[in-house]
Nanobody, 123 residues
């Protein structure tokens, strides 16, 4: 059974930083596609960062501010977010897919999801 459990969300002022974590079980983050999505109220989830093996891609809105990383030994995925803006406020989800992936691969292509963690950035 696959489980993805996120943590690390919270409230920060504009310009602040947060690190999200996603602990995976039953799913190898080292060899599968993993990604971080976010969801704004009333909107579909949108991908922000994708990793497949050593290939990492970001959507333009987070390039230079967000960093996706992986701890192979802990089977854990991280999203380091810096210089946060109020428009980054959303629920952030960890996602997995048993195939390759690339930037902007949409939500329906991912089979596994965490429960989400709220990020709120105040102006």
């Amino acid at each position: 059974q696959v489980q993805l459990v996120e943590s690390g969300g919270g409230s920060v002022p504009s310009g602040g930083s947060l690190r999200l974590s996603c602990v995976a079980s039953g799913f190898d983050v080292n060899t599968k596609c993993v990604a971080w999505f976010r969801q704004f109220p009333g909107k579909e989830r949108e991908g922000v960062a994708f990793m497949y093996h050593d290939d990492i891609t970001y959507v333009d809105s987070v390039k230079g501010r967000f960093t996706l990383a992986r701890d192979n030994a802990k089977n854990t995925l991280y999203l380091q977010m810096a210089n946060l803006k109020p428009e980054d406020s959303a629920v952030y989800y960890c996602a997995g897919r048993s195939a390759s992936c690339y930037a902007a691969l949409p939500e329906p292509y991912f089979s596994y999801w965490g429960h989400g963690t709220q990020v709120t950035v105040s102006s």
